[in-house]
Structures are given as structure tokens and as C-alpha cells.
């Protein structure tokens, strides 16, 4: 049963653990460096359901009994008959909720990241009729139906169908959570207008470069997808949209006509919290990764990738990327409000 492997992790104190470690069990560090000092069995759980590490079989059954084979049912672990492995998947707290998602800075499995946890933060007072598009393995549908919402959750990848379905009945919210496996620009929505909307699409800007992994494709402008789902939604008085977005820009901050014609469209009002920003052109870390990413993406070397994007960003007066929170409330008079244009914290979303 999916609801005993969650009582599981709570007794053997899996749960204590990645929630004392919130920020830090994104990325392993904290966890791994913990791991030496805890009890044989808390170590054995945690090298199988959040470290990928292969341990013996007999172990692993003594330590999580027949919730093995609920992992199993979802296709989560792999056994040679010594050994077991959850090769693709980990568990993360999100907001006091347990939930498997991909490992870290990676696509497969389920992303989650930094920006998840941004968003989450903007969620936790959801209520109503939810919408979670982009949802990958659920975690914002999760935080959502737990504050009491009814929650339609979509998702593109439906490799992900399985390990969404146990964390939805893990926490034995299947009659709150309906999930939706589509292309969320074009599929069938439920026809009504929502009290609260999460939108966290792939952000990456391609700047015209074809074929990045959809995981991370955000278009040529980072925010093209979520410019493709917004005349989608539809928000009820009082009702909120919560989203991550990037945004093209410059030194007077992001460019937010297309975000403008939306509000306009909708009869919305945005506000837009920078919670980070990456140079564009020379000297640059930010602009080497991205350079980097797109020139092997095209199959194409770095400096001459380097010089059409560079060419292209002079042309267009573009010489920043803005990571941003957005909010969206329907208002009387329609309009995009930058609240703050400057990184506070240390990371994009933190
Ligand atoms: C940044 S992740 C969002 C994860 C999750 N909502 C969160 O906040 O942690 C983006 C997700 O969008 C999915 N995706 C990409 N293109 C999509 C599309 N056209 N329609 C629906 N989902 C899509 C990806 O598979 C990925 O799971």
C-alpha cells in the first residue's frame, strides 16, 4: 500500500530528516553528508529512496517490507536479485509533504528544482479549484489538494504517469487530484474558471536553436510556453495565478510587452518579482553555460555559437535573462507591474 511506505518513512524518521534538510535535499549534499552518522536501517532507506545507491536486496526488504513491492509496481526500483536500486527517482520534502521526483538537475524521473521550491512558496494558501499545469511528478498539485483544493494537474511526459500516481496516493489524495497527460498548450482543460493557478513550464531560452530536451525548452524567449497556455486559463474573483517565467531583457529590466498583451486579453493585472538575473555577452558565467548548451545542442562549436547569439542579442537590444515569480489577479484595469527588478536571496528562487 502507498500509504504504508509514507508511514514508513515517517517512523524510520526519512521524514524528520529531508524536512530539516529542506533546501539542501535538493541537491543531495546535506543528506549524503548526514548518512554516516545514522541508524543502520534510516541509512539503508535513505541510500535506496534518496541517494540511487544500490543496496543489498535482504536489506532493503528488512528495512521497507512489502513497500518494496509498491516501488516495484511503480517501476522505481531495479533488482538483480542481490541488489536493489532506485535508479531514476528520489524522495523530496516539499512544504512537509514527501514525494518522488527525478534526481537532481536532471529531466528524467521528474524535475525538481530551486524554482519548484520558489513556487511551492506562493501555493501554500491555495484553496479552491486548482489547476497545476506543467506538473511533472505533482508536487505543486500535492501542496495544492492538501490546503483542501480540488486539484487538475497536466503533464506532457506520461513516462511520469506512474511515480505521479503513487505520490498522489501516498498521500491519499486520489479523489482531490485529477491528472491531465498532455501537451497543456493544446490539450482539452476542464471549462471553468480557477481560484488558484500554478504554471511552472521548461525555461531554458533557445534563442532559435532547435531540439533542447522538453524538460528545459522554453522557446526562443524562455517564456514561450507559458505565453502559449496564459489565453488558456481563466481565473475566478479573487481567484490568483502563480508562475515561474524568464524573461529577455535589459538594463532597465525584463521586456514584458507579450506579458502586457496577455494581461490586456485576460482582463488581469501581473505582478513580477526578479529573483534573479544571468549577463548576456562577454565575462560572463551564465552566458558560457547557455552558449555552451545551445552550440551542443545544434551540433555546433562554441565561438560560433557564441557569435550568432551575440550578434542576435545586439540586434534585438536584449543583454539579460530575468528569473521571475509572476502573480496575476483579474483586475478593472489590466497591466504588468515589475515589483522588484533585483536577485534578493541566494539562488533564483530561494
Ligand atoms: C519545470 S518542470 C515543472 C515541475 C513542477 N511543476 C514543479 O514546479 O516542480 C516542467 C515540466 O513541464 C513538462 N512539459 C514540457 N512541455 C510540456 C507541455 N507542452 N505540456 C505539458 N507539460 C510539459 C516537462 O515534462 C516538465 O515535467
Known sequence: MPRTLLRHCEESGLAALLGA????????AAVRAARPALGPRLRVIVDLLCLNESVPTTEAQAAL?????????????????SATVVPEHRLVDHYGQLLFVGPPAGQIGGYYGADSVGLGRQLLAARGNCLDLFA????????????????TSVELTSDLRPVAALNIAMHGLDDRVTTIWGDATTVSLPDRPFDTVCVNAPLFPNF?????????????HGHDLLQAVLPRVRLNTGGRLHSTATMVGDGDGPHTTW???????????FDVVVTGVGRLGEGSAFAKDLVTTLAETAGATTEDMAETLDRQWKESGVDRVFFCLLTARPAATSGVTVVSRYERGSGWWL
Do not use: F, K
Open 65 to 81: 517490507g512489502g513497500s518494496m513491492e509498491v516501488l516495484a509496481d511503480a517501476g522505481l526500483c531495479r533488482n538483480d536479485g
Open 21 to 28: 534538510y529542506h533546501r539542501d535535499s535538493l541537491r543531495y
Open 259 to 269: 506579458l502586457a498583451d496577455a494581461a490586456r486579453r485576460n482582463g488581469w493585472t
Open 208 to 220: 532559435g536553436v532547435d531540439g533542447l530536451d522538453t524538460g528545459a525548452n522554453g522557446g526562443r
Open 136 to 151: 511533472s511528478t505533482g508536487a505543486q498539485s500535492l501542496l495544492m489538494a492538501r490546503g483542501g483544493g480540488d486539484v
